[in-house]
């Protein structure tokens, strides 16, 4: 008789098959198998790409937030001589011609070296970031940190005219000197004062004023601002600057901006993106995220495979069924779609509750990361190695329909095959031995 496709009936049946009576506890266990199977698969996935677009947004979030985006170093030959400095004197017209490029919110002169930190009997070596107070507050992750201690406004601040100016320290400098806000902490540069007899190091002491957390282990545990002034007294560069910071709108179009800047820079430029600085970190988590997706799609495929196996069980168990529902009428495309419902629905349900459990692992993975730590007596994530504090997790519309579309398309696709070794049994032989 002819029926409409996936009618009641067909609904009906393959609920009742799915629900195997205790004398087919094969068929029942292979049911929960399959569903567990594709549950877990599922979730791995979903929790997987969480973890890999949050460590990447992350990453990219802390490179962009504390660095430049572009840096214009400049190249020039000394008059008189064949040697070549890459001082930039004329930075000041240098900054407001990039300033103008469309794109650029601002570029600031820098002044950049190593020093030695001290404070009392503890020591650390660091790198001075010579800043403006007014370029420094458009850098986010410094200016607006999270953590922070102190008083951003107080960047600069001096006690009386020749006095020094407070500097902001990385939080990880802070506490290998043990140092807060309010302590000198003494600085130490091996390019110091020039004198007859050659070049002797220079010692001076700077009130911290500020200390930040950049979200950066590399960056918290190394990194010194200090006014631009004091840093060219400090390093010998009076009048002149080591390199030019640039931010823009769009650090994701950087390379199409780049040119732009060199160009406006002048004769002798050359830049340095956030991209060139990163580049390879980022290629190899790109091709990381295309392996982990490959593997872990194998993992919903193997799962899916359970439903085969039950299937055909079901089949096997269901022939004299079969035969039955043939006789009464029943084409094979209406044997074939209550063994693909059968199927289809294992899958279908199994994706829906992997959906739940990796939408819900990314959204609450403080709390279960925690407990993790806790659980294993602290130190799961090394921040000294993986640059990050925290194990991060974003939850990408993208990366979520893409799980569920290879789920639902494997369990799917693979429950067509039993299900048209049902439809195309004879029901003759079906009831031959009945």
């Not at 929960?32 to 996935?45: D, K, N, P, Q, R």
């Not at 006095?163 to 309010?182: E, Q, R, T, W, Y």
Request: charged fraction near 20%; aromatic fraction near 10%.
């Amino acid at each position: 008789m002819a029926t409409p496709p996936f009618a009641g009936f067909e609904w009906m049946i393959a609920w009742r098959y799915i629900r195997a009576r205790r004398a087919e506890g094969g068929v029942s266990v292979m049911t929960w198998i399959s569903l567990v199977g594709i549950t877990l698969a599922v979730f791995a996935l979903i929790a997987t790409l969480a973890v890999r677009s949050g460590f990447r947004d992350e990453f990219v979030n802390t490179i962009v937030g504390a660095n430049a985006h572009v840096t214009v170093y400049q190249n020039t030959m000394i008059p008189g001589t064949d040697r070549v400095t890459r001082l930039i004197t004329d930075y000041g017209p240098m900054t407001e011609r990039i300033e103008e490029v469309p794109g650029v919110i601002r570029a600031a002169p820098l002044v950049r070296s190593q020093v030695m930190a001290s404070w009392q009997d503890r020591n650390a070596f660091t790198e001075v970031f010579g800043i403006t107070p007014e370029a420094l507050s458009g850098v986010p992750r410094i200016a607006n940190s999270d953590i922070a201690e102190g008083d951003f406004a107080d960047f600069g601040a001096r006690a009386g005219e020749d006095a020094p100016g407070g500097i902001a320290i990385g939080s990880g400098v802070a506490n290998a000197l043990d140092i807060d806000i309010g302590d000198t902490v003494r600085l130490t540069s091996p390019n110091g004062a020039r004198t007859p007899a050659g070049t002797s190091p220079r010692v001076s002491a700077y009130p911290v004023a500020y200390i930040f957390t950049a979200g950066r282990y590399d960056i918290d545990q190394t990194r010194i601002y200090m006014p631009l002034e004091d840093a060219q007294y400090f390093f010998n560069r009076d009048g002149v600057a080591d390199e030019i910071e640039v931010m823009v709108e769009d650090p994701e179009a950087v390379d199409q901006l780049a040119p732009l800047i060199r160009d406006a820079a002048g004769e002798g430029a050359f830049t340095w993106t956030w991209r060139d600085s990163a580049g390879s970190f980022l290629q190899a988590l790109t091709v990381e995220d295309n392996v982990m997706f490959v593997i872990l799609s194998i993992l919903v495929l193997i799962a899916s495979m359970n439903i085969i196996s039950g299937l055909i069980m079901l089949v096997k168990n269901k022939g004299r069924d079969i035969g039955i529902l043939r006789t009464m009428g029943l084409t094979e495309g209406a044997i074939l779609r209550i063994f693909f419902i059968c199927g289809a629905g294992i899958g279908t349900l199994g994706t829906l509750l992997g959906l739940i459990l990796g939408c819900a692992f990314a959204i609450w993975i403080d709390p279960i990361f925690a407990a993790v730590n806790y659980l294993s007596g602290g130190g799961v994530w090394d921040p000294s190695i993986r640059g990050i504090y925290a194990l991060p997790a974003k939850l990408e519309l993208g990366d979520v329909l893409s799980a569920v579309a290879l789920s639902l398309g494997l369990s799917w696709i693979v429950t067509i095959f039993p299900a048209r070794r049902a439809a195309r049994m004879n029901p003759v032989e079906a009831l031959r031995y009945e």
